[in-house]
């Protein structure tokens, strides 16, 4: 038996869809379900980030899982920007699972190629 820490898959938004691969990837915490106010992205990402480090997220280790509307994805996408690895848990509509996608650090605006910042 290992001595590492169980993957978690932290789960944007639960509204009830299909989340039967999930498991294969970690435990699934929830982040918020059912609807969100999206007008107020700060409230959002106080959430989101609040529940993070109550479970303790492991940038390295661990996985969000997308779903929700735009705005929660966008949240998260201000938080995550913070940390240098990520592994992002995506819903092929097709194939009805969810798929990895491992992204490296985001680049500030100073770093992009023609950007006035």
């Known amino acids: 038996m290992s001595n ?8 944007l ?4 869809h299909n989340l039967r691969n999930l498991p294969e990837f970690g435990r699934i915490i929830f982040l918020t ?3 969100v106010n999206i007008f107020s992205v700060d409230r959002l990402k106080y959430i989101l980030q609040a529940e993070l480090d109550k479970h303790k ?3 390295g280790r661990d996985f969000i899982a997308m779903s929700g509307n735009l705005m929660l994805g966008y949240a998260m996408g201000e938080i995550l920007h913070r940390y240098n ?4 848990l995506i819903y092929d509509n097709k194939k009805q699972i969810y798929l990895m996608k491992e992204v490296g650090a985001w680049p ?5 190629p023609g950007s006035v910042y």
């Open 4 to 11: 590492e820490p169980e993957s978690k898959v932290f789960l």
């Open 13 to 16: 938004n639960f509204s009830g």
């Open 33 to 35: 379900e059912g609807n």
């Open 57 to 59: 997220y492991d940038s």
């Open 85 to 88: 690895n990520k592994k992002l």
């Open 108 to 112: 500030t605006m100073q770093q992009v």
